[in-house]
């Protein structure tokens, strides 16, 4: 939609940033009767990472879409969902793939750890984010919002009664609120000297990245394991080593995929890795010569973008609201894309945001008090973040310890899935936005532990095992020893559904298979402690009930996915390969 003209329009809102953070926040404003302009330095398609999805995030755009009224956002919840209806350049996600490697030596098939993402919940996704933004981005459109493209907004004039934004163009914009979700060249942040100097963060990180082709799936290069119920490639695989991780985040990953494309990116610990003198492909060549499985993979590919190579990645913000702003996103801050927590942690701040922007515009009123929750919320997802990295990376210089804190890791996700899961179905049956409450305080994000909650004990689990991390960062734990402890932990917690294996050390694959749904659901009734249990079984069944009900899911892309896997009665399912000439 055209803009209503140079400083003579007051708008309601201002967003800074048109990526998917910035797009659906203004989808949803603008879908509930809010004058929103949308504003960018650039023009889509636009090469941005943040690519892969995990089930929290997914059951949030469920959320956001409904309480909102935007179905489109539940197009992006499912892969099934986002190839048929917006793009089929996107890869599918089955699974979290870790592949703990030794500098030197060919990975070992015991060292190795596997998260099974459940199909009863969604199918993940590999976003190709110059589709999918360009598209979140239309739909915002759609509803009414307002687009200034290729006009960075050069400074802000925050007044009493209104913002003025001023761009590069010489225009101007004004609005009664503005929220910045640009990224790290944040106007306001540098405005407004919101950077902590140094940053708060224990995380320490830098990166380089690039999309390949031709790269090769691990399942064909690497040793013969046991097997897993999905292939490597049919996931996130993060090759693991001491100080640092690598994604391989395929789009081509399934019969019917159109992108020959790969993400590869190395994120790296620079106390540890320093930058070398030499170029990031140089750097990328020298790295793959130090892990033979891994350049394996790369034998014949080739990069197909500009490299990209940063210094340490950490910065974090004094405050993300004031006086008729918030930052929020990438703007606010950012810790490390391990584990993907991008994309989720940006799905919470915009449910939290959107409503609290609705009712500041309805009664005129954007008093700071009204946002001082997304203060506390911002700062609490970074922190939660930096201590789950931070821990991570520590673990990553010993596999007994990463085959520990894997576990700790997939406790939190299976926790916190259950909440978001039973949260969602709650709403949808009584459409009483007091049932979404538990999610703008959650449980698993507070760092003080209150002694009345009934969950304390995991809290306290996730505490003791974060310092025993910790205490081996500085070198007053050995790794073995509180691996060991972990171990000890896990074995005796009552809170813990023993289906998934998280006790068991020698356990690689954690999966919910029917069976162990079923086991899990009988332990929930009988033998887990009282509110643990009601989060376990209303977490698996509220939703399941939903899972076919009408504009959930594509049952019947669902079906063409897999019968497009069959060799000859899915062959008209899926793209020829190019002719060769």
Same mark, same amino acid.
Not at 239 to 266: E, K, Q, Y
Not at 271 to 276: K, S
Not at 533 to 560: D, Q, Y
């Given at each position: 939609?055209?803009?209503?003209g140079d400083?003579?329009?007051?708008?309601?809102?201002a967003i800074?940033?048109?990526?998917?953070?910035g797009?659906?926040?203004?989808?949803?404003?603008?879908?509930?009767?809010?004058d929103v302009?949308l504003?960018?330095?650039?023009?889509?398609?636009k090469?941005?990472?943040g690519?892969?999805?995990i089930?929290?995030?997914?059951?949030?755009m469920?959320?956001?879409?409904?309480?909102y009224?935007v179905?489109?956002?539940?197009?992006l919840?499912?892969?099934?969902?986002v190839?048929?209806n917006?793009?089929?350049?996107?890869g599918?996600?089955?699974?979290?793939?870790?592949?703990?490697?030794?500098?030197?030596?060919?990975q070992?098939?015991?060292?190795?750890?596997?998260?099974?993402?459940?199909k009863?919940?969604?199918?993940?996704?590999h976003?190709?984010?110059?589709d999918?933004?360009?598209?979140?981005l239309?739909?915002a459109?759609?509803?009414?919002?307002?687009?200034?493209?290729q006009?960075?907004?050069?400074d802000v004039?925050?007044?009493?009664?209104?913002?003025?934004?001023?761009?590069?163009?010489?225009?101007?914009?004004?609005?009664?609120?503005i929220?910045?979700a640009?990224?790290?060249?944040?106007?306001?942040?540098?405005k407004?000297?919101?950077?902590?100097?140094?940053t708060?963060?224990k995380?320490?990180s830098?990166t380089?990245f690039?999309?390949?082709t031709?790269v090769?799936?691990?399942?064909?290069?690497?040793?013969?394991?046991?097997?897993f119920?999905?292939?490597?490639?049919?996931?996130?695989?993060?090759?693991?080593?001491?100080?640092g991780w690598?994604w391989?985040?395929?789009f081509?990953?399934h019969?019917?995929?159109?992108?020959?494309?790969?993400s590869?990116?190395i994120?790296?610990?620079? @106390?540890?890795?320093?930058?070398?003198?030499?170029? $990031?492909?140089e +750097?990328?060549r %020298?790295?793959? &010569? =130090?892990f033979p499985?891994?350049?394996?993979?790369f034998?014949g590919?080739?990069p197909?973008?500009?490299?990209?190579?940063?210094g340490?990645l950490?910065?974090?913000p004094?405050?993300?609201?004031?006086h008729?702003?918030c930052?929020t996103?990438?703007?606010a801050?950012?810790i490390?894309p391990?584990f993907?927590?991008?994309m989720?942690?940006?799905?919470e701040?915009v449910h939290?945001?959107?409503?609290r922007?609705?009712?500041a515009?309805?009664?005129?009123d954007?008093?700071?008090e009204?946002?001082?929750h997304?203060?506390e919320?911002?700062?609490?997802?970074?922190?939660?973040?930096?201590?789950?990295?931070?821990?991570?990376?520590?673990?990553?210089?010993?596999w007994?310890?990463?085959?520990?804190?894997? @576990?700790?890791w997939?406790?939190?996700?299976?926790? $916190?899935?259950? +909440?978001v899961? %039973?949260?969602? &179905? =709650?709403?949808?049956?009584?459409?009483?936005?007091a049932?979404?409450?538990?999610?703008?305080?959650?449980w698993?994000?507070?760092?003080?532990?209150?002694?009345?909650?009934?969950?304390?004990?995991?809290?306290e689990?996730?505490?003791?095992?974060?310092?025993?991390?910790?205490a081996?960062?500085r070198?007053e734990?050995d790794a073995?020893?509180?691996a060991?402890?972990?171990?000890?932990?896990?074995?005796k917690?009552?809170f813990?559904?023993?289906a998934?294996?998280l006790?068991?050390?020698d356990?690689?694959?954690?999966?919910a298979?029917?069976?162990?749904i079923?086991?899990?659901?009988?332990?929930a009734?009988r033998?887990?402690?009282p509110?643990?249990?009601?989060l376990?079984?209303e977490?698996?069944?509220?939703f399941?009930?939903?899972?076919?009900?009408?504009g959930?899911?594509?049952?019947?892309?669902e079906?063409?996915?897999l019968?497009?896997?069959?060799?000859m009665?899915?062959?008209?399912?899926?793209?020829?390969?190019?002719?060769?000439y």
């Amino acid at each position: 939609m055209a803009d209503k003209g140079d400083g003579d329009h007051l708008y309601d809102v201002a967003i800074v940033g048109s990526g998917v953070a910035g797009s659906i926040l203004a989808a949803c404003l603008a879908r509930n009767g809010a004058d929103v302009v949308l504003i960018d330095a650039d023009t889509h398609p636009k090469f941005t990472i943040g690519e892969s999805t995990i089930p929290f995030t997914s059951m949030m755009m469920r959320l956001v879409a409904e309480r909102y009224g935007v179905p489109e956002i539940k197009h992006l919840s499912t892969f099934e969902g986002v190839y048929a209806n917006i793009t089929t350049q996107c890869g599918v996600k089955r699974n979290f793939g870790f592949l703990y490697h030794r500098e030197g030596k060919r990975q070992l098939p015991g060292e190795r750890t596997h998260f099974q993402i459940p199909k009863v919940l969604n199918t993940e996704n590999h976003y190709f984010r110059q589709d999918i933004d360009s598209w979140m981005l239309t739909v915002a459109v759609k509803y009414g919002t307002h687009v200034r493209q290729q006009q960075p907004v050069v400074d802000v004039d925050l007044g009493s009664d209104e913002v003025t934004l001023k761009l590069a163009t010489g225009a101007s914009v004004r609005a009664k609120f503005i929220v910045d979700a640009s990224g790290y060249r944040s106007v306001l942040a540098r405005k407004l000297s919101l950077r902590e100097e140094p940053t708060r963060f224990k995380h320490h990180s830098r990166t380089l990245f690039n999309h390949f082709t031709g790269v090769r799936p691990f399942d064909d290069v690497g040793l013969p394991d046991s097997g897993f119920p999905t292939k490597w490639h049919e996931g996130t695989l993060h090759h693991l080593f001491r100080g640092g991780w690598m994604w391989i985040i395929p789009f081509d990953n399934h019969p019917r995929a159109t992108n020959p494309l790969c993400s590869v990116g190395i994120q790296l610990d620079p @106390r540890l890795h320093p930058e070398p003198d030499c170029s $990031a492909e140089e +750097e990328f060549r %020298r790295f793959l &010569a =130090r892990f033979p499985d891994v350049a394996a993979q790369f034998t014949g590919a080739r990069p197909v973008r500009s490299w990209v190579r940063t210094g340490r990645l950490q910065y974090s913000p004094r405050q993300t609201v004031g006086h008729r702003w918030c930052l929020t996103s990438h703007a606010a801050g950012f810790i490390d894309p391990l584990f993907s927590r991008g994309m989720s942690n940006t799905m919470e701040t915009v449910h939290a945001l959107t409503h609290r922007l609705l009712d500041a515009i309805r009664d005129n009123d954007f008093s700071v008090e009204r946002f001082a929750h997304m203060q506390e919320l911002e700062q609490g997802l970074l922190d939660f973040n930096d201590d789950l990295c931070a821990n991570a990376y520590t673990s990553f210089g010993d596999w007994r310890l990463w085959n520990a804190w894997f @576990r700790i890791w997939a406790l939190g996700q299976i926790m $916190a899935t259950f +909440e978001v899961n %039973r949260t969602y &179905a =709650r709403f949808l049956a009584t459409r009483d936005t007091a049932a979404l409450e538990p999610l703008e305080h959650a449980w698993w994000r507070g760092k003080a532990i209150p002694e009345e909650s009934p969950y304390a004990p995991v809290l306290e689990l996730l505490r003791e095992v974060s310092e025993a991390c910790q205490a081996v960062q500085r070198k007053e734990l050995d790794a073995g020893a509180a691996a060991n402890a972990i171990h000890e932990r896990l074995r005796k917690a009552d809170f813990i559904p023993p289906a998934f294996g998280l006790a068991d050390p020698d356990r690689q694959c954690i999966d919910a298979s029917v069976l162990g749904i079923l086991n899990t659901l009988r332990w929930a009734k009988r033998k887990a402690p009282p509110e643990i249990g009601k989060l376990t079984h209303e977490g698996l069944t509220l939703f399941m009930k939903k899972r076919v009900g009408k504009g959930e899911f594509e049952i019947s892309e669902e079906f063409k996915h897999l019968v497009a896997g069959w060799p000859m009665v899915g062959r008209s399912l899926r793209v020829p390969a190019p002719t060769k000439y």
